[in-house]
């Protein structure tokens, strides 16, 4: 399986709101090589969201739902605002012919995360979402496969439980330089589950 990394030194010479959304992302749950920094995070998101790019709005409506370290506080009417304002414009990125399948498999990422947490107007659904969190881990989306292995497969969420493929997507995981995957897997072998 081919797993989808970035250049992070390629995406700050763009002037995109994926290359923003993936800049965010990356600063905030420590992906393609870097550590956690909020600040930047933020930085990155609030770019995307001023060039009106969905999956920033999205990012900034989780950021003040979940907080975003001590940058950020809990906001839960700015997140069900930016979340539901989000919703649409990403199914219409989805739907967007001249996109990459890389930033479609993204968006569809976030509608997946839409389905499994019930943001916005969405109401939680497990099954949707795993259906479509396997199709991007499937595509390489390292976070999706981090999913499979500590959420769906583990706690048995839209799939049975099945312990040989949570360990074996959170390996996956773990052997691309996930940092929460490393963390999660050597927490499991200490603790025996």
Do not use: W
């Not at 292995?149 to 052997?175: E, M, P, Q, V």
């Amino acid at each position: 399986m081919q797993i989808i990394k970035f250049n992070l030194n390629d995406l700050l010479n763009q002037n995109t709101g994926f290359a923003y959304y993936i800049l965010g992302r990356s600063y905030d749950l420590e992906e393609n090589d870097v550590l956690q920094d909020y600040s930047k995070a933020l930085y990155y998101y609030q770019k995307g969201y001023e060039k009106g790019y969905p999956l920033c709005t999205y990012s900034l409506g989780i950021s003040y739902e979940l907080g975003l370290g001590d940058v950020l506080t809990i906001d839960k009417d700015k997140a069900k605002k930016l979340l539901i304002n989000a919703y649409p414009k990403i199914i219409e990125l989805i739907n967007n012919p001249s996109i990459s399948e890389i930033e479609r498999v993204y968006a569809k990422f976030v509608i997946g995360a839409y389905y499994y947490f019930g943001l916005g107007e969405i109401e939680q659904d497990y099954d949707k979402a795993f259906e479509i969190i396997k199709e991007c881990a499937d595509k390489g989306h390292i976070a999706a496969i981090y999913d499979l292995g500590a959420n769906f497969y583990y706690n048995g969420k839209g799939t049975d439980i099945n312990y040989d493929l949570s360990d074996y997507y959170l390996k996956l995981a773990k052997d691309h330089g996930l940092k929460r995957a490393i963390d999660l897997y050597e927490y499991r072998i200490k603790t025996k589950r």
